[in-house]
C-alpha cells in the first residue's frame, strides 16, 4: 500500500457500489488503529462534500487455505477475502469494525475509531511497550487514564465471553492478534475482533482445552497494558 496523497482520489468499492472520495488530509502512519497491518489514517471529502474520516489498511497476504469459510475462495483477492469474513463476523452478531469497503487489491478502507479521541489496547499496543520511544516520561491520553479506570476482571470476562461467544458461533479467533480493546475518552468500553486475516471457521476435531493458552494470553495482555501505563504514570 503506498502512502495517500492530498488530492488523491479513491475509490471506496461494496459490492456493485463504488463511491469516490478525494484525500483532504494525511495523517501520519497509525500506531493506535489495532492490528497488525500497515495502515495510513486520512481525512477525505465525498463527490457530496461529505467528510470523511478514514483508514487505510493493508490486508494483502498469500491466500491460506486452512483459514478459509465456506465460500472463500483463492480466486478472490485478499482485499475480497478481508470483506467476506468482516461480513460473516458482523452477519453472526460479533463486536468489529462499523464500516468497510474495498479500495484495491490488497486494501480496505474503514471509518477512523479513534478520532474522537479513543485508543485501542490490544495485541499491537503490547508489543509497542517495548519501544524506548513510548516508554519515555509523559502525561498518559485521557483514554489511557479511562483504561486504568475499568476494573481489569471486568475486561477480561468479557475477552473471555468474547472468545466463547465466536467459539459458539463456529469462529476461531486468530491466535496471534485476538481482540482490541476500544476505549472513549469518556471511559465507555468494548472489546472487538479487528484481525480478521487469520479468523477460521470452528472445526469438528477442534477441542476448547485446547485453546486455553489464547484465553490465557488474553488475560494476562489485560495486566500487561495495565502495569505499563501505572509504570509510566509514576514516572510522570
Known amino acids: 500500500m503506498n502512502e495517500p496523497e492530498i488530492g488523491q482520489e479513491i475509490n471506496l468499492i461494496k459490492n456493485e457500489e463504488k463511491r469516490t472520495v478525494t484525500v483532504s488530509n494525511v495523517a501520519e502512519n497509525m500506531h493506535q488503529m489495532g492490528g497488525t497491518y500497515p495502515k495510513h489514517k486520512i481525512e477525505a471529502q465525498s463527490e457530496t462534500g461529505r467528510e470523511m474520516k478514514l483508514v487505510l489498511k493493508d490486508v494483502s497476504e498469500r491466500p491460506d487455505e486452512r483459514y478459509f469459510f465456506p465460500g472463500e475462495t483463492k480466486e478472490m483477492s485478499s482485499a475480497e477475502r478481508y470483506l467476506y469474513k468482516w461480513n460473516i463476523l458482523r452477519q453472526k452478531g460479533l463486536p468489529t469494525a462499523g464500516s468497510m469497503r474495498i479500495v484495491d487489491k490488497g486494501t480496505v478502507a474503514m471509518g477512523d475509531m479513534t478520532a474522537d479521541g479513543s485508543q485501542f489496547f490490544g495485541k499491537e499496543i503490547v508489543g509497542r511497550f517495548f519501544e524506548s520511544e513510548y516508554q519515555k516520561k509523559r502525561p498518559l491520553t485521557k483514554a489511557e487514564e479511562r483504561y486504568l479506570e475499568i476494573n481489569p476482571r471486568d475486561i477480561k470476562e468479557k475477552l473471555n465471553n468474547l472468545f466463547m461467544d ?10 496471534d492478534d485476538y481482540y482490541d480493546l476500544l476505549v472513549q475518552p469518556d471511559g465507555s468500553w468494548q472489546v472487538m475482533i479487528l484481525d480478521i486475516s487469520n479468523l ?6 477442534d477441542k476448547l482445552e485446547d485453546f486455553e493458552e489464547i484465553r490465557n494470553d488474553m488475560s494476562s495482555d489485560v495486566d500487561f497494558v495495565r502495569n505499563y501505563l501505572l509504570k509510566i504514570k509514576q514516572n510522570d
Open 166 to 175: 465466536a467459539w459458539n458461533k463456529g469462529i476461531i479467533l486468530p491466535d
Open 200 to 205: 477460521r471457521p470452528r472445526n469438528v476435531s
